[in-house]
């Protein structure tokens, strides 16, 4: 099984139980390993929406990384997820940031995620479950990486921090 980190957001609705219905989710198809505590975050790219509530996981999976994107959107659909425009509002997001040391790209799927060095709302929660995840396209950790990123100052923990997600 291939070790994998996912990243979560959510900003539209409960934000808080669509998380948790995700991570649920998600158990069906993977170990999930590590949880990281929740992040309350303004929005990135697109500043006129709400807030968002990001987290990350790390887990094991027998999926490849396609068929684990597939999955992804999957569950996106049935947590009601809607297509509106790039970085826009949305009710759950699902990203694969690493799968492995493996390096993917292709018209439907870049891993490790391409934009993962520029945001602070991924960045801090990998920190409470992989500082030391060894990007295999940059050769830095999670550690340097969050350190050198901007407005990591505009993460801030969520109330309560944990999300309670079952076993």
Do not use: C
């Amino acid at each position: 099984m291939g070790e994998v980190l996912i990243a979560l957001g959510a900003n539209l609705g409960d934000r808080r139980a669509h998380l948790a219905r995700a991570v649920e989710a998600l158990r069906a198809d993977m170990a999930l390993d590590a949880l990281s505590r929740l992040y309350e975050t303004a929005p990135m790219y697109v500043a006129d929406q709400p807030a968002f509530l990001n987290m990350a996981v790390r887990g094991r999976t027998a999926l490849a990384p396609r068929a684990l994107l597939d999955r992804l959107k999957e569950i996106e659909d049935a947590l009601g997820r809607e297509t509106t425009y790039r970085n826009g509002p949305r009710a759950i997001d699902l990203d694969i940031l690493y799968h492995g040391d493996r390096i993917v790209s292709d018209d439907r799927l870049t891993v490790p995620h391409p934009r993962i060095a520029e945001r602070a709302f991924v960045l801090v929660p990998l920190m409470d479950i992989a500082p030391d995840w060894i990007d295999p396209a940059r050769g830095e950790s999670v550690r340097a990486m969050h350190d050198a990123v901007p407005g990591r100052d505009t993460v801030r923990l969520a109330e309560p921090p944990e999300l309670d997600a079952g076993s």
